[in-house]
Structure formats: C-alpha cells, structure tokens
C-alpha cells in the first residue's frame, strides 16, 4: 500500500537528547507516558531487550507530539532489562536467548498488556496501537491476534517472527526490518491477503543495522539518525491512518 500524504513532519532524532515523559506506577508496573493524558489515540510501545533505553523513549517522545497521540512503554523487565554486559559475556546468545523464554514470554507479558489495557480504558482512550522493537515486535504482532482492541501494530527491526504469526494477526501490520533481518516477504504476502492488508506496509532498510530506531541506535552517525527519523515517519502516517479516535 501506499501510505497516506505526510500531513506532520516528524522531528529529526538527536544525539544528545532529554527525555520529556514522566513515569507513572500502574498497579506493579512502572509506564514512561508522554503525550496528552486526555487522548482519545493511544500507543503502546514495546522495547527491545534493553530496556527503557533514551533512544526509546525519544522514539516515543516523537511520536506523541506529531500526532497528539497518547504513548506510553511498560517496564516489563522491572528495571531488570538485558545489558552491554550481559551482551558481551554471552556471544553464542544462550543466556539471552533462556532469559527472554523466562522474563520475556507471551503469557507473561500478556498480563501487564492486560494492566496497560486497563489504565488507558479508564483514562478514555478509544483506539490503540503497538509498536515493537526486536523482541517486542513479536510480541506486538501476537497481541493484535489476541486482542481485537488494538488497531494496528509496528514491528520494526523485528525478531523472532514467523508467517505462523502472520496468521494470526488481526491488525493492520508496519513492517521495517534492517538489513539483519532475513526476508520477509513471505510473512507481509500473509498480512496483505487479510482484509486489512491494504493498510499494511513493509519497507525494507537494508542499509541499516539491527536495532537502528533502539537501543543500538548511534544518532550521532548522520545516515542512522536520517533513517531512523525516516523510520518514524512512516510510524507516525501510519498511526495516523489506522489508530481512529
């Protein structure tokens, strides 16, 4: 599909950048909110397994103020997130790969979607969407066919992503892999045959590295800070076209 006219222009990302969110507690779990609290449009950001990380919350930052949307990201972790330490002393990925199937698996996180589900119903948000960095993309994509109440999903450098997911999907469907991700043209072929494949859009970033929009985001490189602010326009258009509010 094509996406609709730019109506806002996103903001370039920064280097040295200050978050303006705050952090609220949701029963037992912490939510870095941005955005007007009386929106009716709300995302749902999930992180990478980084954590909260500034890039993050700066992604998140962006898109509340192109849009007006609501935004928040859940600590899932609890302050707990996978670090540049663990990172280094685990290069065959073992340990963050049992790390993720105990901190990080769906029925576990399902619950706190359940909370934030929750806090944005009685704060009068009428529509959602999700976006989902690496880990958290995969989990975006399993929500929207668990739940018919999110409008639409953005999985960006994802991971972990099968056509099986496709299959499920009950949501218009972002897809912006980098050029770490292998093919997935096979899985978008699934989402576009679905009534809503219309409004879903698959844009390749090939000179992009895993994690360019997150955690592993170097803004102060001039092409990562142009194609993540690229990337964020085309989140935010896409928002704008399917969360209804």
């Not at 050029?179 to 992009?208: C, H, I, N, W």
């Not at 985001?217 to 142009?226: A, E, H, I, R, S």
Request: net charge negative; aromatic share 12%; hydrophobic share 40%.
């Amino acid at each position: 599909m094509s996406l609709p006219p730019t109506c806002c222009s996103v903001p370039s990302v920064e280097s040295d950048y200050a978050s303006i969110g705050v952090t609220e507690r949701v029963e037992d779990i912490d939510l870095y909110t941005v955005g007007p609290k009386d929106a009716k449009r709300a995302v749902v950001l999930i992180y990478d397994v980084f954590g909260p990380h500034p890039n993050t919350k700066q992604f998140a930052d962006i898109l509340a103020k192109t849009h007006g949307f609501y935004v928040v990201i859940p600590d899932f972790f609890r302050g707990d997130a996978w670090n540049a330490e663990k990172m280094a002393n685990d290069p065959t990925w073992v340990k963050i790969k049992e790390w993720i199937a105990t901190a990080g698996h769906w029925e576990k996180i399902s619950v706190d979607l359940g909370k934030v589900k929750t806090h944005l119903t009685a704060s009068g948000v009428k529509s959602v969407g999700l976006v989902g960095f690496c880990w958290g993309a995969k989990i975006a994509v399993t929500a929207t066919g668990a739940d018919s109440w999110y409008a639409g999903a953005a999985l960006i450098h994802p991971s972990q992503i099968t056509t099986s997911d496709a299959e499920k999907a009950n949501a218009p469907i972002l897809l912006l892999p980098s050029k770490d991700e292998g093919d997935l043209t096979e899985f978008f072929e699934v989402v576009k045959s679905k009534p809503f494949g219309a409004q879903s859009y698959y844009q390749r970033f090939d000179d992009m590295h895993h994690g360019w929009c997150g955690a592993r985001g170097d803004y102060t490189d001039p092409l990562n800070k142009q194609r993540a602010t690229e990337a964020l326009q085309i989140t935010a258009d896409f928002f704008a076209q399917v969360i209804q509010g």
